[in-house]
């Protein structure tokens, strides 16, 4: 099957052939022609297969047609990052359209985006908080919407956005055609799929495996060890372009700063980094400025390097979606990949749980000479965050039984700082990026 087959408008073609699309990709393939006949659509597609321009092609074939200088397609989505991604796509895509898009999201000035949706344009991409001030503010008009997308939905629910979702929703017109996408189908997508779809096509591509391209390897290591056995392996290893996974924000940036101090070409990722210093990170990675890219799971979101050659788990994520969400950025396009992951005695169920989903044992690899018996340090020095400064009125700073404050803690103990065990869980999901319970996180995303 060749794109030709879709009968896109010319010009719509035009951006397929200069994006150099052969053959559409599965997803694209069982997608475009309902959304191009006005169906609405649950699409079942993890990271990589190509679902961007399976909306983005048929939402600018229908928009050549009709009047302009208004917003006639949404497209909402969880992080600054894929709002950015999808906003390039559909610029190349249709860049002899005419079609305008612009991003909408936090973290950035308002009064610029202000003026671009004054100017007109046919399309926006806009993370959730952001979405919802601009609507009251009354700078955004979605009275004239045709179609509105909802792009990895799961991702959306994580990060506590379904209240702000339910919130856009009354603002846009009933008579819609609606497009839903997400890697997995818990049951809150369920039953927000049944909220917002109307008589739907389904269509499910690979969402429980990852791609056949991609090996595995488990390397077991102490927590405190971590970090000198990802420096051995990226030595001993033939890499082109790597990303490296961490459990927290604090842990991402320092692991970036030690492989920067270890000569390597390195950029952390995370969201306490400033929209221009992230852009910048994620610019630099894919043009090859940075070698490694360390990133949370949420920062790494929408992040789409086709030539990421390997993976590295520093931690191992908390669900086996997540970690199929993250191998399924190498091995793209018929390319092999390699994912690595770091575990601990404590990640033990979590693997049998991988390993379960994926429907096959990971292999155990050890590093030839390297020391796998240095004991834990008595402190942690690597990721212990630095004492607070004693407050006034005090005679220094809190100490460890202290309810308050900030203290090294041992890594040898049971719920070290290293391994972040002795965070409770809304602690830990705070420290990720997200929120528990499902509260919305800040608007910044």
Same mark, same amino acid.
């Given at each position: 099957m060749e794109f030709s087959a879709f009968n896109f408008h010319h010009n719509v073609a035009a951006g397929v052939t200069a994006a150099g699309y052969l053959e559409p990709t599965p997803i694209q393939a069982q997608a475009i022609p309902p959304v191009m006949a006005g169906r609405d659509v649950m699409g079942l597609a993890q990271t990589g297969t190509g679902k961007t321009a399976a909306f983005a092609l048929p939402i600018l074939h229908r928009l050549m047609q009709g009047e302009r200088g208004f917003v006639r397609a949404l497209v909402i989505a969880p992080t600054r990052e894929l709002a950015e991604q999808i906003h390039e796509a559909i610029t190349s895509l249709g860049r002899q359209t005419r079609l305008r898009s612009l991003t909408v999201y936090g973290g950035v000035g308002v009064n610029p985006q202000i /003026?671009?949706?004054?100017?007109?344009? +046919?399309?926006?991409?806009?993370?959730?908080?952001?979405?919802?001030?601009? &609507?009251? $503010?009354?700078?955004?008009?979605?009275?004239?919407?045709?179609?509105?997308?909802?792009?990895?939905?799961?991702? !959306?629910?994580? !990060?506590?956005?379904?209240?702000?979702?339910?919130? &856009?929703?009354?603002?846009?017109?009933?008579?819609?055609? #609606?497009?839903l996408f997400s890697a997995t189908m818990p049951d809150e997508i369920r039953r927000l799929a049944h909220e917002v779809l109307t008589d739907p096509v389904t269509v499910q591509v690979g969402t429980t495996a990852p791609?056949? #391209?991609?090996?595995? %390897?488990?390397?077991?290591?102490?927590?405190?060890?971590?970090?000198?056995?990802?420096? +051995?392996l990226l030595q001993h290893t033939d890499t082109e372009s790597v990303l490296v996974f961490t459990r927290t924000k604090h842990r991402a940036?320092?692991?970036?700063?030690?492989?920067?101090?270890?000569?390597?070409?390195?950029?952390?990722?995370?969201?306490?980094? =400033?929209?221009?210093?992230?852009?910048?990170?994620?610019?630099?990675?894919?043009?090859?400025?940075?070698?490694?890219?360390?990133? #949370?799971?949420?920062?790494?979101?929408?992040?789409?390097?086709? $030539?990421?050659?390997?993976? &590295? *788990?520093?931690? @191992?994520?908390?669900?086996? /979606?997540?970690?199929?969400?993250? &191998?399924?950025? #190498?091995?793209? %396009?018929a390319r092999s990949g390699d994912a690595f992951t770091l575990v601990t005695s404590e990640d033990t169920a979590m693997v049998r749980t991988i390993?379960?989903?994926?429907?096959?044992?990971?292999?155990?690899r050890t590093v030839p000479g390297f020391d796998y018996s240095v004991p834990a340090p008595k402190k942690d020095s690597e990721f212990a965050r630095p004492p607070r400064p004693a407050m006034p009125g005090r005679k220094g700073p809190?100490?460890?039984?202290?309810?308050?404050?900030?203290? =090294? @803690?041992?890594?040898? =103990?049971?719920? *070290?700082?290293? *391994?972040? =065990?002795?965070?409770?869980?809304?602690?830990?999901?705070?420290?990720?990026?997200?929120?528990?319970?499902?509260?919305?996180?800040?608007?910044?995303?």
């Open positions: /003026e671009k949706l004054r100017r007109g344009a +046919e399309i926006v991409v806009a993370c959730p908080g952001r979405l919802l001030d601009h &609507i009251g $503010q009354g700078t955004i008009d979605l009275s004239r919407l045709e179609v509105l997308v909802l792009d990895e939905a799961d991702q !959306m629910f994580d !990060m506590g956005f379904f209240p702000d979702i339910r919130r &856009i929703l009354k603002h846009l017109p009933q008579k819609r055609q #609606t497009l791609a056949v #391209t991609v090996s595995h %390897a488990l390397y077991p290591v102490e927590q405190h060890l971590k970090t000198t056995l990802l420096l +051995e940036k320092r692991v970036g700063e030690q492989l920067e101090k270890a000569g390597y070409k390195a950029a952390s990722l995370q969201g306490n980094l =400033s929209q221009n210093k992230r852009q910048a990170a994620l610019d630099g990675f894919r043009d090859g400025t940075f070698q490694i890219l360390v990133a #949370t799971d949420i920062a790494a979101r929408g992040i789409d390097v086709s $030539q990421v050659s390997h993976v &590295i *788990n520093y931690d @191992i994520p908390d669900t086996a /979606e997540a970690y199929i969400h993250r &191998i399924g950025r #190498t091995g793209r %396009a390993e379960r989903v994926l429907n096959t044992p990971l292999e155990r809190r100490q460890s039984g202290d309810k308050k404050g900030t203290v =090294s @803690i041992p890594a040898s =103990s049971k719920g *070290n700082a290293v *391994n972040g =065990s002795s965070q409770k869980p809304g602690q830990q999901a705070r420290a990720a990026g997200g929120r528990p319970g499902g509260k919305r996180p800040s608007r910044s995303n």
